[in-house]
């Protein structure tokens, strides 16, 4: 069975800073990921998904994604965070069918001035 | 816009009353999927319909029940809740084939149990 590793609970990052938030995933085949985003008391936001080609992934708010295989990551970045970024990610891997997404435990943002 | 709809935003029910979460989706999309999301931890997905056949995952407890009475509505019914069955649910929809579809969300619904 898939699993999603999201080893960072917190982060917080300065308003204008770079962003990295890291997730690892275990899946026997080729993995088909996303990242979603979370605000208090809302849906999930599908920020962006990879399942094949060009291992550099750009999404939507100027968040981009690399899939490296050899280490099985798919961390997100983002070059410079606005304050509108703080909330929930969290990544998903989805296995075969009709399968829902696995999602990890989540990686809370902090945006400080 | 195409979306999914979660009525009600926030639900409150007494203990072991029986109620009932609905989702609506205008993207005919062929897979519906509920998830239960506890406070600060990931969803956790419950069962979901392809098409008209039902599948529920292996600890999705009885007291949770679904129906699909067609494409475009899905229901979640919460049998005898429990204090512990607080949560917010996600309803979500994804395309056949899915495998490189990403699921839809809704809004959820924000369970309290009183």
Not at chain 1, 21 to 29: E, F, I, K, Q, V
Not at chain 2, 103 to 114: A, D, E, P, S, Y
Request: hydrophobic share 30%; glycine share 8%; charged share 15%.
């Amino acid at each position: 069975a898939q699993s999603v590793t999201q080893p960072d609970i917190h982060i917080t990052v300065s308003e204008g800073a770079s962003l990295e938030l890291r997730c690892n995933y275990s899946y026997g085949a080729t993995p088909y990921l996303f990242w979603y985003v979370q605000s208090p008391g809302q849906g999930l936001q599908l920020l962006l998904k990879y399942f094949s080609g060009d291992t550099l992934v750009q999404g939507i708010k100027g968040f981009e994604a690399e899939f490296k295989r050899s280490q099985s990551s798919f961390n997100l970045r983002k070059p410079s965070v606005h304050w509108s970024d703080a909330a929930e990610y969290f990544c998903a891997v989805r296995g075969g069918g009709a399968d829902g997404l696995t999602f990890g435990k989540g990686t809370h943002l902090i945006i400080q001035p | 816009d195409a979306m999914v709809i979660q009525n009600p935003r926030y639900q409150v029910t007494q203990f072991g009353k029986p109620v009932t979460l609905s989702c609506s989706q205008t993207l005919n999309h062929n897979v519906m999927y509920w998830y239960q999301q506890k406070s600060s931890q990931a969803p956790k997905l419950l069962f979901h319909y392809y098409d008209k056949d039902f599948n529920n995952e292996a600890d999705t407890p009885d007291n949770f029940q679904s129906r699909r009475p067609n494409t475009s509505f899905c229901f979640l019914d919460i049998r005898s809740p429990g204090l512990g069955d607080a949560a917010m649910y996600l309803c979500a929809t994804s395309t056949r084939p899915s495998l490189n579809s990403p699921l839809h969300f809704g809004n959820g619904t924000r369970l309290t149990v009183t």
